[in-house]
């Protein structure tokens, strides 16, 4: 029996831990990844290019450049990649609501990830 290919998944968070615990709670989960992850928008960029990504979990609030920014970059670099979001707030960025992803996954309970992955690959 062959198994499947890991799914390449592009984790867009400033905090090294935070992108940690994104990527144990699909594993723990049982989904097989290939995570890579991105902190600024240059690593965004590359990985887009380079790894080919075929989910991306994004946070809200990034330095420098906000998550609806880089859904907007996936989606020009990768059209039709779906984007989750990914906040450890209910406001987002002040003075802006919450962009409207694929999907919105409080940090505080990202054991509700993994259904909302297995949700978009689901045909």
């Known amino acids: 029996m062959v198994e499947a290919a890991p799914l390449r998944v592009l984790i867009v968070d400033d905090s090294r831990d935070d992108a940690e615990l994104t990527e144990l709670a699909l594993r723990d989960a049982g989904i097989a990844v290939d995570c890579r992850r991105a902190y600024d928008?240059?690593?965004l960029t590359d990985l887009l290019r380079?790894?080919?990504p075929q989910m991306?979990?994004?946070d809200v609030n990034l330095p420098g450049f906000s998550g609806a920014e880089a859904m907007g970059l996936s989606r020009a670099m990768l059209p039709g990649v779906p984007?989750?979001?990914l906040t450890g707030s209910e406001l987002g960025v002040p003075g802006e609501e919450l962009p409207v992803?694929?999907?919105l996954v409080f940090k505080d309970a990202l054991d509700g990830l993994p259904d909302v992955v297995r949700g978009l690959l689901a045909p």
């Open 41 to 43: 928008e240059a690593g």
């Open 50 to 52: 380079d790894f080919r």
């Open 56 to 58: 991306v979990l994004s």
């Open 83 to 85: 984007v989750v979001f």
């Open 101 to 103: 992803g694929d999907g």
